[in-house]
């Protein structure tokens, strides 16, 4: 398997109220549980940020300028259960200010035999680099596509380990929920399929994680 799903998320730009999205809050108006329903709270002891409320096959965050939806197994099905989430929110709260709605599908390319590309990142600046000492910590470009009435910011990057990136954000940007709410509704299956056809005819690399078939 030489695609490695990594660090998936849906996340929701906004002015979100915290005194409301408690963890009980989160469970009674996202994930519409039983009031008093047990659930797993997780709690960072060495940084200040909100907890987390972990439920089923789902992660969720509510900050003040953001709430963030994460689906545990990283499998399409399981991101389209977190978009529902995230429009959950908001038809819960729809008094709540809103910026964007961004949905990320990151993978590490694991198989060796997929080698970067030296049109992707060029060894020639690097070696000028290197004669006059300087160490490269990190590679990495981006591209940003118009796709289904929003954007895709797609990034890459070789880090220090050889550890090739691809990153890919799916946004729509909108102070309107409606507009928001609609977009969510994209079927995953075309999230899917883009990111197919931009690693078999871009990068020229099989789409063989099976889990996503």
């Known amino acids: 398997m030489p695609l490695k799903p990594v660090d998936w998320s849906v996340i929701v730009l906004g002015s979100w109220n915290r005194a409301i ?6 469970g009674l108006r996202i994930l519409e549980v039983p009031e008093g329903t047990p659930l797993e709270v997780l709690i ?5 940020a909100p907890p987390k ?5 789902t992660i969720i965050t509510a900050h003040s300028s ?12 399981n991101l389209d259960k977190a978009r529902g989430l ?3 929110a908001l038809n819960a709260l729809p ?3 809103v910026r964007a709605v961004g949905v990320n599908v990151n993978y590490v390319i694991e198989d060796e035999e997929c080698a970067v590309s030296d049109e992707i990142f060029s060894k020639e600046l690097d070696n000028r680099l290197s004669d006059i000492a300087l160490e490269i910590k990190n590679w990495d470009f981006g591209r940003t596509i118009s ?3 929003g954007l895709v910011n797609i990034s890459e990057s070789l880090d220090e380990n050889g550890e090739h990136h691809v990153n890919f954000n799916f946004e729509r940007k909108s102070n309107n929920q ?3 709410l609609e977009w969510l509704k994209i079927p995953i299956s075309n999230v899917e399929q883009f990111v197919k056809s931009y690693f078999e005819n871009i990068l020229e690399i099989p789409f063989t994680d099976k889990r996503h078939e």
């Not at 999205?21 to 989160?26: E, Q, R, V």
């Open 86 to 88: 995230a429009s959950k």
């Open 95 to 97: 008094e709540t200010p």
């Open 178 to 180: 409606a507009d928001l």
């Open 66 to 77: 953001r709430l963030t939806v994460e689906p545990k197994d990283l499998y399409y099905p």
């Open 147 to 149: 796709w289904e009435d």
């Open 44 to 48: 960072a002891v060495d940084a200040i």
């Open 21 to 26: 999205l408690t963890p009980a809050g989160i």
């Open 53 to 57: 409320v972990s439920h089923d096959d």
